[in-house]
């Protein structure tokens, strides 16, 4: 497809441009090592003939030369290294969007297990979550709250068209928006464990420790060791007071510093893990909070992280970064003296009960919007992959499904659209149809783009327009060993579920595969007859796909109510062939004897 290519061009493009640069710099990488060992064995060198011939002023002088340009050479180092590093962050970004255009993705490592739910009404059997899903598919997000966000989005689906549509303007927006959406998940890839949960962090944020807050506390580890660096130089460089009143002092310091020391060190260490979590959360913040928007809903969005004093979320958490910069200095054994003499431990603690003071209510706000700026790029990134999609419409209507030109989106390379429409007064679709020709697909079509819909996200079609329904799915039931649940048991419940549903406030669309194929042939045609006329008498709309050609006689009993739609197969070459498109009436064509031929069984 020719739009595509411009996005494939787009993506091949932009991962050409950072891979070259990426070699430019580990080329520049490995001349500045070079340069810094050079340096160093230069300096060496010329302070050991120095001292040799007795130049003190050459020793003194090349080594302070020697030593800045080392450490001018470390930093330039580390600064092209830090670069570079984002460079292969964003080249890797680009080469899984056009694994994902080629049909590659199944191989993302992300594929949202941990979301799976065999219980939810519809997840499990639309493929939401797990190998082949449509999170592993459209997911970009890399934080928890991200994550956590897209799985909201997908699984808890939204029946506000305000909020919707809210949705789709700002997924439009971000659509337009590539260098900033990449740049975004760029920073977030630099998360430690993308499914660590911030319960620990925010925690202590809203944790308050009362002591260190005390006003004398703040002023005494001030005051303290002021006197004690005074009364050091008094002693043993004026020799103004006696040496036993600063010995006297540092063995108070200790004394203080032992008092709670374990319950110190872990707050301490507590908010140090997550040291390179809150470095990445600012850089997010700045990306978000310095970018200009036409979304409303992103404006507002940008509003929240505002605090009452008007300070924006970004240079709040960088003053946190600072505080646990400063306190990465504990873990080094030569600081040891300094805590003792400074109370650099209690100096921490002040300054981070008085930061939590102002803004540690506020963190949880701050992951939650950033998560949500994830998940909707995530959905962004669709609309810009296949901006021939459309977004839908949403009418206050009930029993309304209409589609032009419907397709999987996870199929494709291989996709086959179809016109669907469910309307009063027809509210049930009865698909019949041969063996793999396409039923349970089309029915897992529909589902998966009313999720996407009602998530905000553009559907696969050239249009689409539904009422607001609670989604509810029969079809992927098994046993469950851990509760003794046969799957035709486990099948009852779940139809029992959807009935009540139904029966409920709110109008639920069903789709059923199937169903009690548990059972005879004679109690399932009896059982689904049953079954699809009750459906029909209640507040529910969907699909149900048979093999039970005999249910297809509902039509005629219904008045039209009920309509029936089939696919079928052709031979060519004594080989079976799908089209895989959908037609009005009954199936007349079998495969079954056929299949079983091919499988080597014959009578």
Not at 183 to 204: C, G, P, S, V, Y
Not at 377 to 388: E, K, N, R, T
Request: proline share 2%; glycine share 6%.
């Amino acid at each position: 497809m020719i739009i595509l290519k411009k996005q494939k061009h787009i993506y091949e493009k932009r991962w050409k441009y950072y891979d070259k640069k990426w070699k430019e710099l580990e080329k520049s990488i490995n001349n500045i090592g070079n340069w810094r060992l050079i340096t160093a064995i230069t300096g060496i060198i010329v302070a050991g003939i120095s001292n040799r011939m007795n130049l003190y002023y050459l020793f003194w002088s090349s080594m302070i030369i020697f030593i800045g340009i080392f450490v001018y050479l470390v930093a330039v180092y580390n600064r092209v290294k830090n670069f570079n590093h984002c460079i292969q962050l964003l080249r890797r970004i680009n080469e899984t969007a056009m694994d994902r255009l080629h049909g590659k993705w199944t191989k993302f490592k992300d594929t949202g297990e941990e979301f799976r739910d065999e219980s939810h009404q519809f997840s499990q059997d639309l493929d939401i979550f797990g190998k082949g899903s449509l999170f592993q598919w459209t997911n970009t997000a890399e934080t928890y709250h991200g994550r956590k966000k897209l799985n909201e989005f997908l699984t808890k689906p939204c029946h506000s068209s305000t909020i919707l549509y809210k949705r789709q303007e700002t997924i439009k927006e971000l659509s337009r928006k590539l260098w900033w959406r990449q740049k975004f998940q760029m920073e977030a890839m630099r998360i430690n464990d993308k499914k660590l949960n911030e319960a620990t962090l925010l925690n202590w944020a809203t944790h308050q420790y009362p002591f260190y807050r005390k006003k004398w506390v703040g002023f005494g580890i001030k005051l303290l060791p002021i006197a004690t660096i005074l009364s050091i130089f008094l002693a043993f460089g004026a020799h103004r007071i006696s040496k036993i009143i600063p010995i006297l002092a540092i063995i108070i310091h200790i004394c203080l510093l032992l008092i709670k020391v374990k319950k110190r060190n872990h707050i301490l260490n507590t908010v140090f893990q997550y040291k390179n979590n809150i470095k990445t959360y600012g850089k997010m913040l700045i990306h978000f909070e310095t970018t200009s928007y036409d979304s409303k809903y992103i404006k507002d969005l940008q509003k929240s992280l505002v605090n009452q004093e008007g300070t924006k979320a970004f240079h709040q958490i960088n003053k946190l970064e600072t505080l646990v910069d400063s306190i990465s200095n504990r873990s080094n054994f030569v600081f040891l003296p300094i805590n003792i003499i400074t109370l650099w431990d209690y100096q921490c603690m002040v300054a981070l009960e008085r930061w939590k003071e102002q803004s540690g209510g506020l963190i949880e706000k701050w992951l939650e919007v950033l998560g949500e700026m994830e998940a909707l790029s995530s959905l962004a990134s669709i609309s810009f992959d296949y901006p021939h999609w459309t977004m839908p419409k949403f009418t206050e209507k009930p029993s309304v499904f209409e589609t032009k030109n419907l397709g999987h989106p996870l199929l494709t390379n291989n996709q086959v659209d179809n016109d669907v429409t469910i309307m009063e007064p027809s509210r049930i679709l009865l698909i019949t149809g041969s063996n793999m020709s396409g039923k349970s697909t089309l029915l897992r079509t529909a589902g998966i783009n009313l999720v996407l819909a009602y998530s905000g996200a553009p559907v696969c079609a050239s249009y689409f327009q539904c009422s607001f329904m609670k989604i509810f799915t029969c079809m992927r039931i098994s046993d469950n060993l851990e509760k003794s649940i046969s799957s035709f048991y486990a099948e009852l419940l779940r139809i029992k579920e959807i009935v009540k549903a139904a029966e409920g406030e709110g109008q639920v669309f069903f789709l059923l595969d199937e169903v009690f194929k548990g059972t005879n042939s004679q109690d399932r045609h009896i059982g689904a007859k049953r079954l699809i006329n009750k459906l029909y008498g209640l507040d529910s709309m969907g699909m149900v796909s048979t093999h039970d050609l005999e249910l297809g006689e509902i039509e005629k009993e219904s008045n039209g109510k009920i309509r029936n739609y089939h696919f079928q197969e052709y031979y060519k070459d004594n080989k079976i062939y799908f089209d895989y498109k959908l037609r009005p009436g009954v199936s007349t064509t079998r495969n079954a004897l056929y299949l079983i031929k091919m499988a080597g069984i014959e009578g």
